[in-house]
């Protein structure tokens, strides 16, 4: 690949808001949000929020809280579960470009609130011709999934020592074979064994003192408490890389590696491959071996495991911790953060897709 024309994020100074629980309710009053509730809301600034006197405390908790935050230092509203948003916050909010993000309470992604912010109808017809043309597809969606099983190799290398030096040297195999693959059916199977030898050694990356295990990957619903975390951060990722394509340009729903199909954000799935485990599985893996996630935090039943919405706060937080982390990007040579570099590749992709790039180049955390 030939140099990169430099490219430079947009500024980092807004942060998410997220409203986690039943009966909560967002206002507009002069230029802030505020958020009255029951319990805590959190913010992505690590809970630097400003707080009105008098609130009342209940046992364990505390009642008919006001949290305000400032409209020009957000980036996004988040709210999951049961929660109330007024008409003038939202004609707000889509004026200003914020997009509502909404969400069940078990974390599942819905839909979202936007203004007219996608206007890159050439981006978009590009896209749809792309996908149309398998062989254009197969070459993004070859880099995709090399990226991902690289990060993947680096994760186990960096967080288990004791990883053989087998499992090592098929996950770097397993890159090369997806880089050169001749159809979506062949990247498929190959993202499939190393998935197998990545989760076959998550276990070993969980500290054997913080009381909590992991066997193998499992879904809707999962069967434990670290397969809970990591089905509500992907779906928490996945809603960040949704946000990024859609400001772009971006259709979130067309794909070049996930195909189609209704109500599913394909792209969003795609861009988020490579950043699963260094995102997603680096927070989980943390939260438990830092002991932030305890037995309470989850509720168990004959179905599966889910989290509390404390736990939910918890994890939220954790996440929030790992998208402000500031890397060197591995192109630019830049500082960035995580939540940044999201929407570098985005961007990235829609260089590939006008003709300014030969080939995708994933994030690959060096």
């Not at 912010?117 to 597809?137: C, G, I, P, Y």
């Not at 030898?197 to 809707?220: C, E, P, T, V, W």
């Not at 990591?230 to 890389?241: E, F, G, H, I, T």
């Not at 168990?300 to 706060?313: F, I």
Request: aromatic share 8%; with cysteine; proline share 4%.
């Amino acid at each position: 690949m030939g140099k990169i024309r430099r490219l430079l994020p947009a500024r980092d100074d807004s942060l998410p808001v997220y409203v986690v629980g039943h009966g909560h309710t967002v206002r507009k009053k002069g230029d802030r949000l505020e958020i009255r509730s029951i319990g805590k809301v959190d913010r992505g600034d690590n809970g630097r929020d400003d707080k009105k006197d008098g609130a009342k405390k209940g046992k364990g908790e505390i009642d008919n809280k006001v949290v305000e935050a400032r409209l020009r230092e957000i980036s996004q509203v988040n709210l999951f579960g049961g929660v109330e948003i007024s008409t003038p916050v939202l004609a707000d909010l889509m004026q200003r470009g914020i997009p509502v993000l909404h969400f069940t309470r078990g974390g599942w992604f819905q839909g979202m609130s936007v203004g007219h912010t996608s206007k890159n109808v050439e981006l978009r017809m590009r896209q749809f011709a792309w996908a149309a043309d398998r062989n254009r597809s197969l070459s993004i969606a070859r880099s995709i999934v090399d990226g991902k099983i690289r990060n993947c190799r680096t994760q186990i290398r960096r967080n288990d020592p004791e990883s053989p030096r087998d499992a090592l040297d098929r996950l770097a195999k397993l890159s090369k074979d997806a880089a050169s693959a001749s159809s979506i059916e062949r990247l498929l199977g190959i993202e499939g064994a190393a998935a197998g030898i990545y989760f076959g050694r998550m276990d070993h990356l969980l500290k054997a003192d913080q009381g909590f295990s992991f066997a193998n990957r499992n879904k809707r619903p999962p069967k434990d408490p670290v397969n809970a975390v990591l089905s509500y951060l992907y779906a928490v990722l996945a809603k960040d890389v949704f946000v990024s394509l859609l400001a772009v340009g971006f259709d979130p729903y067309l794909g070049f590696y996930h195909r189609p199909r209704y109500g599913r954000p394909a792209l969003a799935l795609d861009m988020m491959e490579e950043f699963r485990p260094i995102i997603a599985d680096s927070t989980t893996i943390n939260l438990f071996n830092n002991r932030e996630l305890a037995d309470k935090d989850f509720i168990k039943t004959g179905l599966g495991v889910s989290l509390t919405t404390k736990g939910k706060r918890r994890v939220i937080r954790g996440y929030e911790q790992r998208m402000e982390t500031e890397i060197t990007h591995p192109l630019f040579g830049y500082s960035v953060s995580y939540r940044r570099t999201i929407e570098v590749q985005a961007r990235l992709l829609s260089r590939v897709l006008n003709g300014e790039l030969k080939e995708y180049p994933a994030f690959i955390r060096r």
